[in-house]
């Protein structure tokens, strides 16, 4: 029973990870010593008593997190409106003049702006080896293959996991997005596979719940984003649609269309994004700069798409069937333009509460 | 808090905070020892998770209705780390009065009309 409360109390400590790092230094200790206690407790009346403690500390968790960040928020804005003595208003429609955020090390501002580099150059390194179809592949081509396309997945996931257990750091809003977004797609692509041969990767249902979770769990990354600002909800808007616009350049790989020529355009693809991120996260004069770099994202995510439909098109047409360009153009805008908007509502709502 | 109208816009209460507060009322407590109180004091139904404690202590404090100082026994949470205990201000005492006599009212009220419907 003793190894189940420490595995408990672990787990219990990463959770806590994800508090604002003021809550967690407030209260963070005491939270993990109350827990023990509970466990402890709990333990002695049995195994099931455990269970349920650790049930109600998850079910609960979702909400404390969020419910600790908007607490956070408030008590920032009554501490910037004591100490500029002006209204909520001026604060929040103030321009760069002030720089509301931007990450100051260039270092930092590096490796917040890897995830597209990441991603592009391993789908344009993979088109390289890539010479044929699966089938006409030796087998240590096929190896490097499956290599270059998960190794930029790899490193990714790993930046996501870090990212999360450290509270979503300020470089590390892209790779967190941009985290889910590839769990995603490379779940979508295994059972894609897996259903060409009737089968599904574990279960359907376990299927449909792993792609949610994903979704949920970018959605999560979001929220907590927008109510540290629109900026950095912008920032892991951009995590996202630079993965899922640069991961269209694979489809393109795959037979019958084999545009390898065209797949090789991931790589610098990834690069101009990388250093475009890079411009947004090091802030500048206006905030008109970081939505017109917003702007520019997007496009070069629609871009991949618009490519893709050119190469797709005929093919379709000879079988009859559409083209998903419009569903696609759907999620890039969407995937674009979340983070922001969510910012901009997060700010409306401080704004409000501010005149109240 | 300086009129009866800050203290009637402060109400209702949620039933975890009038809980918590009512722990506090007798004397300070750590997060353990509240933890435990609010479940006896809700007769089992109300088992708050460290999470949900937590974040309407964080609450109470920004609020003012309660305050945080070190524990005075020798009881500690971490090697070298004095526990917490947690203890109702003025403020604090003042408006889980005034719940307690909106829950009052809310019960008399409740037990005449029952009373009146009974044939």
């Not at chain 1, 195994?47 to 419910?67: F, I, Q, T, Y």
């Not at chain 1, 979704?215 to 990354?221: F, K, L, N, R, T």
């Not at chain 1, 101009?272 to 939505?291: D, F, K």
């Not at chain 1, 190469?311 to 000879?318: K, P, R, S």
Request: proline share 4%; glycine share 10%.
């Amino acid at each position: 029973m003793k190894t189940a409360i420490d595995v408990l109390c672990v787990l219990y400590s990463w959770l806590n990870r994800l508090y604002p790092p003021g809550f967690r230094a407030a209260f963070g200790e005491e939270m993990q010593a109350v827990f023990a206690a509970a466990a402890t407790e709990a333990a002695s009346r049995g195994l099931a008593a455990l269970l349920v403690l650790w049930l109600r500390e998850l079910r609960d968790w979702p909400g404390a997190v969020l419910s600790a960040y908007w607490a956070c928020a408030l008590r920032v804005h009554a501490q910037v409106t004591r100490q500029e003595g002006t209204s909520m208003g001026k604060v929040w429609n103030s321009t760069e003049s002030s720089r509301p955020w931007a990450i100051e090390g260039r270092g930092r501002a590096m490796l917040a702006a890897l995830p597209p580099l990441v991603i592009g150059l391993g789908i344009g390194v993979a088109a390289t080896i890539d010479g044929g179809t699966w089938f006409d592949m030796k087998v240590w081509e096929k190896a490097l293959l499956m290599l270059l396309t998960v190794l930029p997945v790899g490193i990714l996931g790993v930046g996501g996991l870090i990212a999360l257990f450290r509270s979503i750091p300020e470089w590390s809003y892209a790779w967190a997005g941009g985290t889910c977004v590839a769990g995603t797609v490379l779940l979508k692509i295994i059972a894609e596979e897996r259903a060409e041969v009737g089968l599904s990767i574990v279960s359907p249902a376990i299927d449909v719940g792993l792609a949610l979770a994903l979704v949920a769990a970018g959605s999560v990354v979001l929220v907590i984003a927008a109510l540290r600002g629109w900026a950095q909800a912008g920032l892991t808007s951009i995590g996202c649609v630079s993965v899922f616009g640069i991961s269209t350049f694979s489809l393109l790989r795959a037979a019958p269309f084999l545009r390898h020529d065209l797949v090789l355009l991931a790589a610098p693809l990834g690069l101009l994004q990388a250093v475009l991120t890079y411009v947004y996260v090091r802030g500048g004069r206006s905030q008109a700069m970081r939505w017109a770099v917003m702007a520019l994202i997007w496009w070069l995510n629609a871009a991949p798409m618009l490519l893709a439909h050119q190469v797709w098109q005929t093919w379709l047409a000879q079988r009859g069937r559409t083209s998903p360009i419009l569903p696609l153009l759907v999620i890039v805008t969407i995937l674009a333009w979340a983070g922001p908007v969510a910012g901009l509502l997060g700010r409306s709502i401080r704004r409000s509460l501010g005149r109240a | 808090m300086n009129d009866q109208q800050d203290l009637a816009d402060a109400l209702p209460l949620t039933e975890a905070t009038t809980f918590i507060m009512l722990s506090l009322a007798d004397e300070p407590k750590h997060g353990y020892a509240i933890m435990k109180d609010v479940e006896a004091l809700s007769g089992g139904r109300l088992e708050l998770s460290t999470g949900t404690l937590y974040g309407a202590l964080s609450r109470l404090l920004d609020q003012g209705w309660i305050a945080r100082c070190q524990s005075g026994d020798d009881e500690r949470d971490t090697p070298g780390r004095p526990r917490k205990t947690y203890t109702l201000t003025q403020i604090g005492r003042r408006v889980l009065e005034a719940e307690i006599a909106r829950l009052d009212a809310v019960l008399e009220a409740a037990s005449l009309r029952t009373a009146e419907a009974v044939p």
